[in-house]
């Protein structure tokens, strides 16, 4: 078994495979297949593996029962196997939170079943701003990251983990979810940079309180880099 992902993988037995990537269920497992004759990928949860949530990514002592998940990440669209941590009572209804903390957008707020990494999100926006690459283009790419042979069909990869559901149906689900999430990510981007997430408000009260607006930092601001009285500029320092 091989991994392409990581850096000089030596290949191993299923069970160091999944020792090894604990922390990196994203990564694709290159299964041989003496029948064909050639390496053939596959996702986490089809070699045993499962997503374990609130303990780091070790196995839970107390976990939920599996749940079919689909994650998307810079490598393509993972349907895989989650579980969420019951060790405390009050966990139990903290799912965005377990989520979250794995670096994992949910799709929805209310029973997830899908999830966007923070990386992908990260990604598609420094691509959005740099080339204006659209949702449509992106989301095409990670779909031929995920099979670029078979696009029309559900690849075995995912076929295991989301049976009787096709490649295009899975897609249609996942493009709504990200077109959504893209949006409040920008959002959350903006309210952290601004500094409205630490209570910018109270360090700086000359500023209107929730203004999402970037300051720059050169120009003359009463209360924050000038006097709230100043007198007219002279015309030698305008």
Known sequence: MQCRDCTQYQSSCTECFLKA???????????????????ERRDFSTIGGTIFLGHHGDRCPNPSTAIHFTVVDTNGLHATLLRYCQCIEGLRCMLVEQLMNAQFFPGTMRDPRTAFTFRVLKNFHLHNLESKKATYDYLGALARLTDNVFTTE?????????????????????SANFYRVVRVWRFLTVVKRVGQAHNINKLLPCRRAGSLILYCPACPEPGFNGELRAKKTPDHLR
């Open 154 to 174: 559900l690849p075995v990869s995912l076929a295991i983990s989301q049976p009787g559901q096709g490649l295009i149906g899975l897609w249609q689900v996942v």
């Open 21 to 39: 990537h604990r922390h990196t269920p994203l990564h694709w497992a290159y299964v041989w297949d003496d029948k064909r004759g050639f390496f």
